[in-house]
């Protein structure tokens, strides 16, 4: 069993930036790879990046591109999601998820998922 608590989301300005974190509880992180999806308001859940349990490989969504990084330390139970360049348009509840396998976009591969932590983006 595995426990996600995200943090660090809050309002910003367009432009600004936040880093959300999700930390876990047990002693196995290492052996999850992790992911970031979003739901934005009225929306279905969405992808936005993963990172492969070791941290060597990660990725993102071509909407996030080039402004978020994914990023880990298992030493701390902790991914991180750097945001960079806000958009409007990224605000929503952005949740974590823990994957017992390979990284994966899709959320069905997902086994553990934290509670949310809501980003607003101000116009």
């Known amino acids: 069993q595995v426990q996600l608590v995200e943090s660090g989301g809050g309002l910003v300005q367009a432009g600004g930036s936040l880093r959300l974190s999700c930390t876990a509880s047990?002693?196995?992180?290492?052996?999850?790879?992790m992911g970031w999806f979003r739901q934005l308001p009225g929306k279905e859940r969405e992808f936005v990046a993963t990172?492969?349990?070791?941290?060597?490989?990660?990725y993102c969504a071509d909407s996030v591109k080039g402004r978020f990084t994914i990023s880990r330390d298992n030493a701390k139970n902790t991914v991180y999601l750097q945001m960079d360049s806000l958009k409007f348009e990224d605000t929503a509840v952005y949740y974590c998820?823990?994957?017992?396998?390979?990284?994966?976009?899709?959320?069905?591969?997902?086994?553990?998922w934290g509670q949310g932590t809501q980003v607003t983006v101000s116009s």
């Open positions: 998820a823990a994957r017992a396998g390979p990284t994966a976009q899709q959320q069905i591969h997902y086994d553990y």
């Open positions: 990172i492969s349990r070791s941290g060597n490989t990660a």
């Open positions: 047990g002693r196995t992180f290492s052996s999850y790879s």
